[in-house]
């Protein structure tokens, strides 16, 4: 069995370390990407074992491949990553977003839990007593976005809300969006 790491949102340091695997010491068979190498250019990668690699010998094909402009822009990406140590930074600025976060709003009503790694957080909504989690996921993301705060939304209820910063966020930014969620949360009934 082959094991496949996707890292398509986790990879190129949002966890804290290039892969969010290394948190687990785990070496993949095979380890997909893209977004955060692209830096907005369409681009997605796949690497493997050379055992794997060489038996991969019929033709294929790719929308985007050998795009120049992109592959330049992934280049350029992954120097800036290494040269400002952007890994090193997501893994410190997401500690103190977790932090911010739990000193805050870890005991507000409609809070469930909160956890994270690096930039990639996640708060779980929990039901009130007239208005069910999602419904509160949904008027949280419309009242942050209005505020201009983007956030996200996963988990199998819908209630879990994302907060995927740039690796180059500022922590003034990450104070912030815990105070504005705090203010929208704060009003919801």
Same mark, same amino acid.
């Given at each position: ?63 985007? @491949? ?12 992954? /120097? ?26 870890? /005991? ?36 942050? /976005? ?35 969620? @705090? ?7």
């Amino acid at each position: 069995m082959l094991l496949i790491a996707d890292e398509v949102q986790t990879g190129f340091g949002r966890t804290g370390k290039m892969f969010a695997m290394e948190h687990w010491d785990v070496v993949p068979d095979i380890i997909t990407g893209g977004k955060a190498l692209g830096g907005g250019t369409p681009i997605g990668f796949f690497s493997t074992t050379k055992e794997i690699a060489q038996s991969y010998t019929r033709p294929g094909a790719s929308t985007f @491949g050998g795009n120049p402009v992109t592959a330049t822009a992934g280049l350029m990406f992954l /120097k800036i990553l290494q040269r400002d140590g952007l890994a090193q930074r997501s893994q410190k600025l997401g500690q103190q977003l977790l932090e911010s976060l739990q000193t805050v709003l870890g /005991k507000h009503p409609f809070v469930a839990d909160i956890r994270g790694k690096g930039l990639m957080v996640g708060m779980e909504l929990t039901s009130g007593e007239t208005i069910d989690a999602p419904t509160i996921t949904d008027t949280v993301l419309e009242n942050m /976005k209005d505020s201009g705060f983007l956030l996200g939304k996963t988990g199998p209820g819908r209630n879990v809300l994302t907060f995927m910063p740039p690796l180059i966020v500022e922590e003034q930014q990450i104070h912030q969006v815990v105070d504005e969620l @705090g203010k929208v949360l704060d009003v919801i009934r």
